[in-house]
């Protein structure tokens, strides 16, 4: 088992910033790859960034360049940090543990982006 904890969602000004943070425990030690995901109101749940195992990253398109994907290996912990945000980034954002034959997903923290 695997759990994930988000933490740093909230409300931002377009153009402002915002980190979002997971802190992974459990059986964490075969964890291929971690990331983000976000999901708006109407519309399918959409991969926003990742990184591997072996530190590779990648964006959907949309975040790139304003987005920013890293991890903390020794606090197990991946961080999104968010600049130039924009309205269209309001949803709620989930981390994401993927395994070999299964994924874990957090809780979700709503992130807003509204003047």
């Known amino acids: 088992q695997v759990q994930l904890v988000e933490s740093g969602g909230g409300l931002a000004q377009p153009g402002g910033s915002l980190r979002l943070s997971c802190a992974a425990s459990?059986?964490?030690?075969?964890?291929?790859?971690m990331g983000w995901y976000r999901q708006a109101p109407g519309k399918q749940r959409e991969m926003v960034a990742s990184?591997?195992?072996?530190?590779?990253?990648s964006y959907v398109d949309s975040v790139k360049g304003r987005f920013t994907i890293t991890r903390d290996i020794a606090k197990n912990t991946v961080y999104l940090q968010m600049n130039s945000l924009k309205p269209e980034d309001t949803a709620v954002y989930y981390c994401n543990a993927k395994f070999v034959f299964v994924d874990y997903w957090g809780q979700g923290t709503q992130v807003t982006v509204s003047s």
């Open positions: 990184i591997t195992s072996g530190g590779s990253t």
């Open positions: 459990g059986s964490i030690f075969s964890i291929n790859a």
